[in-house]
């Protein structure tokens, strides 16, 4: 080769080193990103591109990005990409760089990490008292019946609802940097409040509650998990945000009531995803109606709250948001939570916990691959 085609191919090297991936925004070329980029005889030059993920949505920006910078190139005629997708080792490799990058070395969160294998679920709901703590920890012991791994986080720093109605009220133990969470029918508990008791709320916004809810999340020793479910606070505060950002890779569960007030606040929290990038997985109506002895439903908060919401969701977020299950009414769902004895267990024939059950049934699904999953970075500079 000549020399002058040499020189192109270092400016090609430059102008690529321009172009930042639009989600990481760092230049592709500190990234990993680009395999090679060769000049042709003719002018053309061919980039092999790695995507951090299979069908990935920024993918025509990329192209048009690489297209405009190396085009601009004097010698260059032509600009053809080929896309691949790096591997999980590769994967692994660009976030250590990331995090190696900054100067204080970033908590670990294994869910959001590559490989993992476990299905978040992010327990949401507009309001509070819709049961949203009753149906996690419900579908919690469902999950836990059906010979998963399952483990929750109560992610709610005044809420110590979730250890008592598992009945997990244990003490969680140390072993050098990691916290080992209590564990009660089978599933592994652990609630933000145990850790952040007696601290002023003002304490807990912000930068303060991400970095303490990294920590959290990465100091926990879960084991290998098959799912995980998070019971989010109630609404669309700080919380569900730093979550969002700490585990992109969550899916999100809406709870609500057939109130037609409810449904409005409980899309709204669904929505947000559109913001997170998230999956909303689908919607559980709580409360749906009381049936009386005589095998009648009394629809004591109203009907078509559920399915309002679905629809709503499907329509904003223009993917299918199934309504999961309706689950009525009943003072043993109370109990059994009082008692810390979800009613999945203690009265499994009960149409309440036959309707939890179900919804389960639809949860149980392990993650099969990574394609196609967010890579569970957050952009640079947050
Ligand atoms: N299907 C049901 N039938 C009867 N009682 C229920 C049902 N679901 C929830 N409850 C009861 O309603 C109350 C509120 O439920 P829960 O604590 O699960 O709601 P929540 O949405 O988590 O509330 P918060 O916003 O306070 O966290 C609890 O006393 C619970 O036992
Ligand atoms: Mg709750």
Not at 161 to 180: F, H, K, N, Y
Not at 333 to 345: H, K, S, Y
Not at 353 to 359: F, I, K, P
Not at 364 to 381: F, Q, T, W, Y
Request: hydrophobic share 45%; proline share 7%.
């Amino acid at each position: 080769m000549s020399a002058p085609v040499h020189t192109v191919e270092e400016a090609v090297q430059a102008a690529l080193a321009t172009v930042d991936d639009p989600e990481i925004r760092r230049p592709i070329t500190d990234l990993g990103m680009v395999r090679s980029a060769l000049v042709g005889d003719d002018g053309v030059v061919r980039v092999e591109l790695l995507l951090t993920v299979a069908g990935c949505p920024l993918r025509e920006k990329l192209r048009s990005d690489i297209t405009a910078a190396v085009g601009a190139v004097p010698g260059v005629t032509g600009v053809e990409i080929e896309f691949g997708v790096m591997s999980p080792e590769q994967r692994q490799e660009l976030q250590s760089k990331l995090r190696g990058g900054g100067a204080t070395e970033e908590p670990v969160i294994p869910f959001a990490q590559p490989g993992s294998r476990t299905r978040v679920y992010a327990v949401a709901s507009g309001k509070g008292g819709v049961g949203k703590s009753s149906v996690t920890v419900n579908l919690a012991a469902a999950l836990a019946a059906r010979g998963l791994s399952v483990g929750v986080v109560d992610a709610d720093i005044y809420g110590h609802s979730v250890p008592r109605m598992l009945g997990a009220d244990g003490r969680p133990t140390r072993v050098e940097d990691m916290i080992m969470p209590p564990q009660s029918h089978g599933v592994k508990v652990i609630s933000i409040g145990m850790f952040t008791a007696g601290n002023a709320a003002v304490v807990w916004r912000g930068p303060m509650l991400h970095r303490a809810l990294q920590q959290f999340l990465a100091d926990v020793y879960w084991g290998e998990l098959d799912v995980l479910l998070l019971d989010l606070p109630p609404g669309t505060g700080d919380v569900a945000i730093s979550l969002a950002q700490l585990l992109p890779n969550a899916e999100i569960l809406v709870v609500t009531t057939p109130q037609a007030a409810a449904a409005e606040v409980a899309e709204r929290a669904g929505a947000i995803s559109l913001q997170t990038h998230q999956r909303v997985v689908g919607v559980i109506e709580n409360m749906s109606w009381l049936e009386l002895p005589d095998g009648t439903r009394m629809e004591v908060f109203g009907a078509g709250g559920g399915a309002a919401v679905a629809e709503s969701l499907t329509r904003t977020i223009g993917a299918e948001v199934p309504l999961l299950g309706q689950v009525p009414l009943d003072t043993r769902v109370r109990e059994a939570g009082d008692a810390g004895n979800p009613i999945v267990l203690a009265e499994p024939e009960s149409p309440a916990a036959q309707a939890l059950g179900r919804v389960a049934d639809r949860l149980a699904v392990r993650r099969e691959s990574l394609l196609g999953k967010p890579l569970g970075l957050k952009p640079a500079g947050r």
